[in-house]
């Protein structure tokens, strides 16, 4: 029973395995694959609508600066008598300053018209100044800066969605490349293998080996059929994992095309040199979004406490119009039309203890205080974890060097003992251990590597340079 599921396990993989290789092959390189994710991916297309909003709410703040009409209107007729009628438009112009501009005319008429009012036509310009709450930075000042602080925050907090995509889609396709290298490998063994069986087979049939040099020679082709199941697996659970990546230009996922192979070549060009640490440190400190994200938090945060510092001062605002009537002519001004047509006052309010104001400003100078500490800690973890990777990447490099002439070595002891064997001085025993050998260098080999390119990555991953 043991015997038929191991036979059919065989006969589905070569099946599987025909079907890998007879496919036309299409290298899908590294350059490719990060271009597709930045394109089409659904993630580092809400980056971008994370910009989008922000630049939105600009918008929205700069609705506070729009210029404004208003029109009242009132009128009242009783008994057949026009009491009174007041029309009133205005236009008011918010500026970026502690003052605002505005103009109306006025149309009143009436019996009973309040003495207040001037009768008929009249018109005014006037200006409304806070002298000081108000007067450095207002709501809709405050607002707009951090709106602006907020956009630039926003472009950050996009580089850092991307930052980790990236990492993250690196990784995952040098895992793919190395589970495809490491089934070809197993495959390649497994073709001489069975080469080796024939061969010897036909030996035992002329009478120049053993029965047992047979059952050698087939036990090793077993086990390699086993590792190439067990590698082919790994492949497709690679490949599924890659696919997670790839969405078309209409917003659709779809499966990595059986076609696809990685690049190989530039999978063992692993010896490129590292750029010297002080090049990622002092490239974190000035360009690392999630640090930019923090100081922008920290530079909003700023204005929050300017504008709280407004509630330790009293309200005092200055209102004045020039009068004139009819409509309003700009030729008549004058020193003596200022004293004769006018309307001024001001309003004045201030709390004697001032004690919601002092705890509010308190509160944000608590906050920045915290940003502060919390940017301070996240710029001693980043600095660490860019040493640890920058380290680790050497160190990894250092190990494939020995590696790689273990490697070398190891198979030229097989070619040595597979020679030896042929003169009849070797068993195959000896080479079946050569190459049991030489295919676990092979194995970590492509673990070492996978871990280097992982390791070199992160070191840009964590500087935010991805």
Excluded: C
């Excluded at 103009?103 to 100044?129: F, M």
């Excluded at 059952?215 to 590792?227: G, H, R």
């Excluded at 002080?278 to 000035?286: E, R, V």
């Excluded at 308190?362 to 990777?389: G, M």
Aim: hydrophobic letters at 35%; zero cysteines.
């Amino acid at each position: 029973m043991i015997y038929y599921i191991k036979l059919l396990i065989i006969i589905l993989v070569i099946s599987l395995v025909t079907k890998h290789s007879l496919a036309q092959q299409t290298t899908y390189s590294i350059e490719s694959f990060i271009s597709d994710i930045k394109q089409y991916h659904p993630i580092a297309k809400q980056a971008d609508i994370l910009v989008k909003k922000a630049s939105a709410e600009i918008l929205s703040t700069k609705g506070s600066f729009d210029p404004l009409i208003e029109i009242d209107a009132l009128q009242k007729t009783f008994d057949g008598k026009n009491y009174y009628q007041y029309s009133s438009p205005e236009i008011k112009i918010p500026t970026n300053l502690p003052l605002d501009f505005k103009a109306g005319i006025e149309t009143n008429d009436g019996l009973y018209l309040n003495p207040e009012y001037s009768k008929g036509k009249s018109s005014y310009v006037g200006v409304e100044i806070a002298l000081a709450k108000g007067f450095m930075i207002d709501k809709r000042r405050a607002a707009l800066k951090q709106a602006q602080i907020f956009y630039s925050q926003s472009e950050q907090e996009k580089r850092i969605i991307i930052n980790n995509l990236l990492f993250e889609a690196y990784n995952d396709y040098w895992q793919w490349t190395g589970a495809y290298k490491q089934f070809k490998i197993y495959s390649k063994f497994l073709e001489n293998s069975n080469t080796r069986l024939r061969l010897i087979k036909l030996g035992f049939t002329n009478g120049d080996r053993s029965e047992m040099d047979t059952i050698e020679a087939y036990n090793q082709v077993q086990n390699y059929q086993l590792l190439e199941t067990e590698a082919l697996m790994k492949l497709k659970s690679s490949e599924y994992q890659l696919s997670t990546y790839l969405w078309n230009n209409q917003e659709k996922p779809y499966l990595l095309p059986e076609n696809y192979v990685p690049d190989t070549l530039l999978f063992f060009n692993q010896t490129s040199s590292l750029l010297p640490i002080d090049y990622f440190l002092m490239q974190s400190d000035s360009k690392n979004p999630l640090i930019k994200s923090y100081e922008s938090k920290i530079e909003a945060l700023n204005i929050e406490k300017r504008l709280k510092f407004q509630n330790l001062l009293p309200y005092f605002t200055v209102k004045a119009n020039v009068l004139s009537k009819g409509y309003y002519e700009p030729k008549k001004l004058d020193g003596a039309y200022f004293d004769k047509n006018y309307k001024w006052g001001f309003d004045f309010k201030m709390p004697l203890l001032f004690r919601e104001g002092r705890g509010e400003y308190n509160k944000a100078k608590l906050k920045i205080k915290e940003a502060n500490l919390e940017l301070a800690y996240k710029r001693v973890q980043i600095e660490n974890k860019i040493k640890y990777y920058h380290t680790e990447s050497i160190l990894l490099n250092q190990q494939l060097n020995k590696i790689q002439s273990i490697y070398s070595n190891s198979q030229l002891l097989l070619k040595n003992e597979e020679l030896k064997f042929a003169q009849g001085e070797s068993t195959l025993f000896l080479i079946n251990s050569r190459e049991n050998k030489i295919l676990e260098v092979a194995q970590k080999q492509i673990e070492l590597i996978v871990k280097y390119k992982k390791a070199n990555y992160a070191v840009n991953w964590i500087a935010g340079l991805l």
